[in-house]
């Protein structure tokens, strides 16, 4: 949001004021402030430091002469001397000033010099203890208690007093004036506040009021003359907006410290916490509350950073907790994944300290910390928290109870997102096998662990047994009559992976396309769960090769995430770079290539240079350099990536032999084929020790080098590497596995390339004839085709060749358009095939361009 404000501050036309207010660190402001524009800057800050930012005015308190002519004007005391003489008692320092001048006008004061006598006489020392390094002007102390004690005896109700000690404990960048329309607070705690019978009619009459309102009487409203008379007595301000209102945090203090002294700090922090609470919403509303959600958690910190060392009652750091709990949830439904963990990870400490580790709460917190960790890509902490958590859950409760099998669930979900399906496939197999059958079939939890479970199956390579999973689980829960809306939508959105891995894009749009429609009415459509879902429909329409409607999904769904979260968001950025796929697989290369180039940009600087979607994305930008000859820079951005890698993750982690591959690849496509190989087969031993040979990866690398062999003509080595592969693939996959198919179509393609054309053909047309038995689309099948069609012009069948050739191009010309580099490959293989037909076919060795007929 700031960056958005930012941006549109550099690009306004005409003059505009930024004001960054009590900042802290220069530091962290830096990139906050235009760089271009007419925009002025004003910051304030305690610390001289800021300086270096701009010029440095001294503005920390008024001058003689504007002191007293702020008094007289605020007062209407007719009185200079005695004006300056007061100014002079206060230090001319404009907080003070303004609670004196807002006390001598309420209270009705006929001279500066009788309240310069009551101010001398006031009891500071009594009534403040200031703690060692807080010190601060007496007169001034004086002044603000001189303020709130007036503001206290005209307030019949209390309510004015009271709102003052919960602004006190609030924060001092200010409160939103939604929490005053929502939040409530309880009746006074005492039995009797009011002394005479005209206070306690009056208090009945105001208390009636408000039980109309609240019939069970147990929480008043914030009414707007409480708010007026903290105004009226300078203790309170409203934003220039009129939509917060603050207070000066040395007024904060002074009430605190007053309170802790009179013993009332207890009573001003259980107002806060009650306002609080009544503003709680369900987490699921928070994008749609988001303004109030976000001034909610800055609140509910800020009351807990006030009271904690004030406070040893039990109930209330529960409570406090609780709400802290909640603002971590908050977060994370607001899409603020960074700050969720972060504070996660304090509000797990403070529950540890203050409740135990084995409390429930506790526990709690410890699930939610191990959720975000997860989430942010702190995958061995949270997996480590996870573990806690259930041996903690397993000792307390035992390995029966539905709470420990939830927390074993969410330990395999762990896995699963942190990218070891392995471990989870045998925790949820585990579970539904020893508990499933006492559960039932139809058992939330096992609904849940059905899901997770087919979607480690998808992870692992056996499709078959996922989608069979999934389709059922699915299927159970539509049949319930009231199903979890939530679960049927994670449920399709799994089974939909499903159909993308096997090949099925039209079976996954369906899919997708209703859990949009499903999360557009019950979230709204810029919710960032609506936009995750955006997003893989988008993706699937790129797999069934709608480009089009990929890109235009994307697109938009691009713009909701910069309108809504902010062009430096996470999300944001990968949409990106979910878009720059898109554009490169529509052939708008250069698109890509700009995209690709700001997602790093922009990811270096909010995650960092080392970070591992970062990295990845320096992996597509070389792949698309490649696509336009740009060789040497896609060298030069793979050689940086994998420095990084080898240096955070070591030389044998799975994303640096990953992109090891790749820079072998750009060598390759360099004409350093020897570099390409060399670096390829050491790659690939380090593949088989750390992965095993049978490891996705190391297929994948096995096949590369395969490819590499058979740029140089080393057929019989090429082909010994893609039998090895396809036997291994073979048998640890099912039959109709995407990968076994691409493995087939290597053999064939390297069997053509040896000239050996009438094996390469029987392998071209099984593989053919086994696709469209299984059902796949001819659009997924434009590879094999094209294969097959320089087969048989290897063996002279033109005839077919061209036939099968002019399909894959009248299929290739729908799909991505005449233009399209693809396209433009297989307008010109077709028109060498033509020409060569009509060369065999003409008489006497003429070619096309002997006969003088086909001369201009």
Not at 357 to 382: F, K, L, Y
Not at 391 to 408: C, H, P, T, V, W
Not at 713 to 722: C, I, K
Not at 745 to 751: H, K, N, Q, V
């Amino acid at each position: 949001m700031a960056r958005r404000a930012i941006e549109q501050l550099a690009t306004r036309e005409g003059e505009s004021l930024l004001v960054f207010d009590n900042a802290a660190n220069p530091d962290d402001l830096r990139r906050f402030i235009p760089t271009v524009g007419r925009c002025r800057i004003v910051i304030t800050s305690v610390d001289t430091a800021f300086g270096q930012l701009g010029t440095l005015l001294d503005v920390a308190e008024f001058t003689p002469e504007e002191s007293i002519a702020y008094l007289l004007g605020r007062t209407d005391i007719d009185d200079p001397i005695g004006a300056g003489a007061l100014a002079a008692e206060l230090g001319d320092l404009p907080l003070a000033l303004a609670a004196a001048a807002a006390t001598i006008r309420q209270r009705r004061y006929h001279s500066f010099a009788h309240y310069q006598t009551d101010l001398r006489d006031y009891p500071v020392q009594q009534m403040l203890q200031r703690p060692p390094g807080h010190e601060y002007d007496q007169s001034t102390a004086a002044a603000l208690l001189m303020s709130v004690d007036a503001l206290s005896g005209e307030d019949v109700s209390g309510a004015s007093a009271r709102l003052i000690g919960i602004m006190a404990v609030l924060s001092p960048d200010g409160v939103s004036s939604s929490i005053f329309e929502t939040g409530r607070i309880r009746p006074t705690r005492e039995a009797s506040p009011l002394d005479d019978e005209p206070r306690r009619t009056a208090f009945a009459k105001i208390l009636k009021r408000f039980r109309r309102q609240d019939p069970l009487g147990r929480l008043l409203s914030i009414g707007g003359e409480a708010i007026d008379d903290g105004v009226r007595y300078s203790l309170l301000a409203w934003s220039m907006t009129d939509e917060s209102l603050s207070m000066h945090r040395l007024t904060a203090r002074v009430v605190r410290e007053r309170a802790s002294v009179a013993g009332k700090f207890h009573e001003m922090t259980m107002d806060a916490l009650d306002l609080l609470e009544s503003c709680r919403f369900d987490e699921s509303e928070a994008w749609n509350r988001r303004d109030l959600a976000a001034d909610l958690v800055t609140q509910i910190e800020a009351l807990w950073d006030n009271s904690e060392h004030h406070q040893s009652d039990r109930n209330i750091r529960v409570r406090l907790l609780k709400l802290r709990g909640w603002s971590v949830n908050v977060m994370h439904s607001l899409a603020d994944f960074s700050r969720a963990a972060e504070l996660g990870g304090r509000v797990l400490a403070d529950h540890e300290r203050f409740l135990g580790e084995d409390d429930p709460e506790t526990m709690h917190s410890r699930a939610t910390m191990a959720d975000m960790c997860i989430h942010v890509g702190r995958n061995d902490e949270g997996i480590a928290l996870y573990k806690q958590l259930l041996a903690d859950y397993e000792r307390g409760f035992g390995m029966k109870n539905i709470q420990s099998l939830y927390i074993r669930s969410e330990l395999a979900n762990g896995y699963l997102r942190a990218g070891m399906p392995e471990h989870a496939t045998e925790v949820l197999e585990q579970i539904l096998t020893e508990y499933g059958p006492g559960l039932g079939a139809d058992h939330g939890l096992v609904l849940r662990i059905r899901s997770l479970l087919g979607d480690a199956y998808r992870q692992v390579g056996r499709l078959r047994e996922a989608i069979d999973l999934q389709e059922r689980t699915l299927a159970v829960m539509v049949e319930e009559g009231e199903a979890d809306v939530i679960a049927v939508e994670s449920a399709k959105g799994l089974l939909a992976r499903c159909y993308g891995a096997v090949g099925k894009p039209a079976e996954a749009i369906t899919l997708l396309e209703a859990v949009v429609a499903s999360r557009e009415k019950r979230l709204g459509s810029d919710n960032p769960q609506t936009l995750e879902a955006r997003t893989s429909l988008a993706r699937a329409y790129l797999a069934a090769f709608r480009h089009s409607d990929a890109i235009n999904c994307h697109e938009q769904t691009l713009a909701e995430r910069e309108r809504t979260l902010g062009a430096d968001h996470p999300d944001t950025l990968y949409e990106l770079a979910a878009l720059a796929d898109a554009y490169r697989s529509r052939g708008r290369l250069h698109d890509a290539i700009d995209l690709y180039e700001r997602a790093i940009t922009e990811g270096n600087r909010v995650f960092g240079d080392y970070d591992l979607n970062v990295l990845g994305w320096h992996g597509d930008l070389a792949a698309s350099y490649l696509s336009v000859g740009r060789t040497n820079e896609a060298i030069a951005v793979l050689q940086g990536a994998l420095t990084r890698l080898r240096s955070t993750l070591g030389e044998e982690h799975k994303y640096t032999l990953i992109t090891r591959e790749r820079l072998a690849i750009a060598y390759g496509c360099a004409g350093r084929h020897g570099e390409a190989i060399e670096l390829l087969q050491h790659n690939l031993a380090d593949c088989e020790r750390v992965m095993g040979p049978e490891a996705r990866t190391t297929c994948q690398v096995r096949s590369t080098l395969a490819a590499a062999f058979t740029e140089l003509g080393s057929f019989d080595e090429a082909l010994h590497l893609q039998r090895v592969n396809l036997s291994i693939l073979e048998r640890t996959l099912e039959a109709d596995h995407p990968d076994i198919c691409g493995a087939r179509l290597s053999l064939g393609a390297t069997l053509a390339r040896a000239e050996r054309m009438s094996d390469a053909i029987q392998i071209f047309e099984q593989l053919l004839a086994d696709q469209e038995l299984l059902g796949v689309g001819k659009l997924d099948t434009l590879g094999v085709r094209q294969h097959l069609a320089y087969a048989y012009s290897g063996v002279g069948r033109m005839s077919d060749a061209i036939t099968v050739c002019q399909g894959v191009l009248d299929d290739a010309v729908q799909v991505y358009g005449r233009d399209h580099p693809y396209a433009v490959d297989v307008r010109n293989t077709l028109s060498a095939m033509k020409t060569r037909a009509a060369e065999v076919l003409l008489p006497n060795g003429q070619t096309m361009h002997d006969d003088p007929e086909d001369v201009d």
